[in-house]
């Protein structure tokens, strides 16, 4: 019973490089969620993709790429890292059904990033 | 931009009390929800309130929602040192194709001392 699960949990990351962070789900939900959560900023969304195939912008997703590779799994890409993007970074997972909204949100433990 | 803001941004109380978290929205909603986090770990899910609802109760939480002003709170009441941990208080926004994106608030730091 994993619920949401995100790896790595840590990273440490040299200005210019890149790394994909990994999340999977199995509640077979159909929307996924990925958030930054900087201290005194709450959680912002940077991407989020509401079924296979569809991924669509968030608050904050400048410096990011997304693939939703299947139902269970949604990766997020920095292609080149920089400082700014130091933080911990949550992936999330709901029903989200057409024209439903009152589904809550299943998260996981997060990946602390930083970013040198 | 936040949706949610919520007052007060951190809050100390010995175990026993009761603990008031406040959070003001700015456009229509579907509904509220309340998250909590404990330190180092992802949120959970601990109560949704729908906007044609006014008040809710879930063991020792409760939470109103108040639409006319855009807020709601969350009270837990009996506290205990295992609720110290943040509280979020997180906006789905209604109609569109938001499905069920949610804006949270800024959180309140709940510390309960034994």
């Known amino acids: 019973n994993a619920g949401v699960t995100q790896t790595p949990k840590f990273q440490v990351l040299k200005t210019g490089q890149s790394m994909t962070l990994q999340c999977a789900q199995d509640m077979n939900h159909n929307s996924m969620y990925w958030y930054r959560q900087d201290p005194g900023m709450g959680l912002r969304l940077i991407y989020y993709s509401a079924s296979e195939g569809t991924t669509d912008k968030g608050e904050v997703p400048n410096g990011y790429n997304v693939s939703r590779l299947n139902k269970r799994e949604f990766s997020l890409r920095l292609e080149s890292a920089a400082p700014s993007q130091t933080s911990v970074y949550f992936c999330?997972?709901?029903?989200?059904?057409?024209?439903?909204?009152?589904?809550?949100?299943?998260f996981g433990d997060g990946t602390r990033l930083s970013i040198l | 931009s936040q949706q949610g803001e919520e007052d007060p941004q951190a809050l100390s109380i010995q175990e026993g009390e009761n603990a008031t978290m406040n959070c003001s929205y700015k456009t229509s909603i579907n509904n509220l929800q309340w998250y909590r986090q404990n330190s180092g770990r992802g949120l959970v899910h601990l109560i949704l309130i729908r906007s044609n609802e006014r008040e809710k109760h879930s063991g020792r939480l409760r939470v109103t929602l108040d639409t006319s002003k855009k807020s709601s709170s969350l009270l837990i009441t009996a506290s205990r040192a295992a609720d110290t941990a943040s509280y979020f208080c997180?906006?789905?926004?209604?109609?569109?194709?938001?499905?069920?994106?949610?804006?949270f608030g800024q959180g309140t730091i709940l510390t309960v001392h034994p």
């Open positions: 997180a906006t789905a926004h209604a109609g569109g194709t938001s499905y069920g994106k949610l804006t």
């Open positions: 999330a997972s709901s029903e989200g059904l057409w024209g439903v909204h009152d589904q809550p949100q299943h």
